[in-house]
């Protein structure tokens, strides 16, 4: 042993590689207490890539199963702390997908425990960050969407909705089937510039098949929350906002709803916006979609009759975006693009 047990809310711990082995074996003792102690040892071993490599492969994974369905909730708890350290790697989250561990973890999404449930929800976000994770999860997609309704933690919400984005990029009928557009609406007013900007985002992908854009036309209440987005301080916020009107436009019905909304103007002055050139280069990132989007969006809008009639009357600011030498190579063709279409005689 490591030496004597100064921390009594940890186990004592083997030197080297059976550092590992013993702390699982530990967990198979009688006693909560010894259960919580193996585990918080655990929790602290597997920051290191050796350590989680180990517990990864060794074939310990197994034994949490068992853990899952423990009487004290901390146990619960840790037990879901642990499998989050675990899949903070992609052979974690590999081996967790490769296991029998998804069905009984996702029974904790209604554990009486918060912390086993936020816990379990980080666990199901690494997950989604694969697309074989993203895949799996699927199914459950009709849950997660009722757990938006429930879950009030800020923290949850915004992994219920960043595991939205990601299964919905993959296949974003499980979640229109769920009435994810409505639920989704909800979020996009919330006071929080980043559960607002997660929102939009999973807004996004459900809005890229042609049901998602009819939905997002049907809703009352979305389109004209989205516009009023594309006004929001944070620029992340803006872009995906824009994303799904640009997705919407597409339709007929989306073109003319956004036009009643009087989307144009708002869209013209986002493309008239300065900004400095001190601007750290992920910032820069956000603004490219924001006006790539835009621009799409405009360029769509244009096929509408009164929507060129409109753009028509812009045509100096586009012409003088699209010749600007400072302006980015991808924005310039983008803002072409829009100029061909908006000035195109049958």
Same mark, same amino acid.
């Given at each position: 042993?490591a030496?004597? =047990?100064?921390?009594?809310?940890?186990?004592?711990?083997?030197?080297?590689?059976?550092?590992?082995?013993?702390?699982?074996?530990?967990?198979?003792?009688?006693?909560?207490? !010894?259960?919580?102690?193996? @585990?918080?040892?655990?929790?602290?071993?597997?920051?290191?890539?050796?350590?989680?490599?180990? !517990?990864? +492969?060794?074939?310990?994974?197994?034994? #949490?199963k068992?853990?899952?369905?423990?009487?004290?909730?901390?146990?619960?708890?840790?037990?879901?702390?642990?499998? /989050?350290?675990? +899949?903070? /790697?992609?052979?974690?989250?590999?081996?967790? =997908?490769?296991?029998? $561990?998804?069905?009984?973890?996702?029974?904790?999404?209604?554990?009486?425990?918060?912390?086993?449930?936020?816990?379990?929800?980080?666990? $199901?976000? /690494?997950? !989604? =960050?694969?697309?074989?994770? !993203?895949?799996?999860?699927?199914?459950?997609?009709?849950?997660?969407?009722?757990?938006?309704?429930?879950?009030?933690?800020?923290?949850?919400?915004? @992994?219920? #909705?960043?595991?939205?984005?990601?299964?919905?990029?993959?296949?974003? $009928?499980?979640?229109?089937?769920?009435?994810?557009?409505? =639920?989704?609406?909800?979020?996009?007013?919330?006071?929080?510039?980043?559960?607002?900007?997660?929102?939009?985002?999973?807004?996004?992908?459900?809005?890229?098949?042609?049901?998602?854009?009819?939905?997002?036309?049907?809703?009352?209440?979305?389109?004209?929350?989205?516009?009023?987005?594309?006004?929001?301080?944070?620029?992340?916020?803006?872009?995906?906002?824009a994303?799904? %009107?640009?997705?919407?436009? %597409?339709?007929?019905?989306?073109?003319?709803?956004?036009?009643? #909304?009087?989307?144009?103007?708002?869209?013209?002055?986002?493309l008239?916006?300065?900004?400095g050139?001190?601007?750290?280069?992920?910032?820069?990132?956000?603004?490219?979609?924001l006006?790539?989007?835009?621009l799409?969006?405009?360029?769509?809008?244009?096929?509408?009759?009164?929507?060129?009639?409109?753009?028509?009357?812009?045509?100096? $600011?586009?012409?003088?975006?699209?010749?600007?030498?400072?302006?980015?190579?991808? %924005?310039?063709?983008?803002?072409?693009?829009? %100029?061909?279409?908006?000035?195109?005689?049958?």
């Amino acid at each position: 042993m490591a030496g004597a =047990l100064t921390d009594p809310t940890r186990a004592p711990v083997a030197f080297g590689r059976r550092a590992v082995p013993q702390l699982f074996g530990e967990l198979q003792r009688a006693g909560a207490a !010894a259960r919580l102690r193996a @585990l918080t040892s655990l929790c602290d071993l597997v920051h290191e890539p050796e350590r989680l490599y180990q !517990a990864v +492969t060794g074939g310990f994974l197994k034994q #949490l199963k068992v853990l899952f369905r423990d009487e004290d909730p901390s146990v619960r708890a840790k037990t879901c702390e642990l499998l /989050h350290l675990l +899949t903070s /790697h992609s052979i974690g989250v590999q081996a967790v =997908l490769a296991s029998s $561990l998804l069905p009984p973890l996702c029974q904790l999404l209604d554990d009486s425990s918060f912390s086993c449930r936020r816990n379990v929800h980080r666990v $199901l976000n /690494h997950l !989604a =960050l694969l697309p074989a994770g !993203a895949e799996a999860l699927l199914s459950l997609v009709p849950k997660l969407m009722l757990k938006l309704t429930k879950e009030e933690d800020e923290e949850v919400q915004l @992994l219920l #909705l960043s595991t939205h984005t990601h299964c919905s990029r993959l296949d974003a $009928l499980p979640g229109l089937a769920s009435d994810g557009v409505s =639920l989704l609406g909800r979020k996009l007013s919330h006071r929080s510039s980043i559960i607002r900007r997660e929102a939009a985002a999973a807004m996004m992908a459900l809005s890229v098949p042609m049901d998602g854009k009819r939905q997002v036309c049907e809703d009352a209440e979305v389109l004209p929350v989205l516009v009023g987005l594309l006004r929001d301080k944070d620029v992340e916020v803006q872009a995906n906002a824009a994303g799904v %009107i640009m997705n919407t436009v %597409i339709i007929t019905t989306g073109k003319q709803r956004c036009l009643d #909304l009087d989307v144009l103007p708002v869209l013209l002055g986002l493309l008239s916006e300065k900004h400095g050139d001190d601007d750290e280069e992920e910032m820069k990132k956000r603004r490219k979609a924001l006006i790539m989007y835009v621009l799409r969006a405009l360029t769509s809008l244009a096929e509408a009759p009164n929507g060129r009639r409109l753009l028509l009357e812009q045509l100096p $600011l586009l012409e003088k975006k699209a010749e600007a030498a400072e302006e980015d190579q991808d %924005i310039r063709r983008a803002t072409q693009t829009a %100029i061909q279409v908006i000035t195109w005689t049958p």
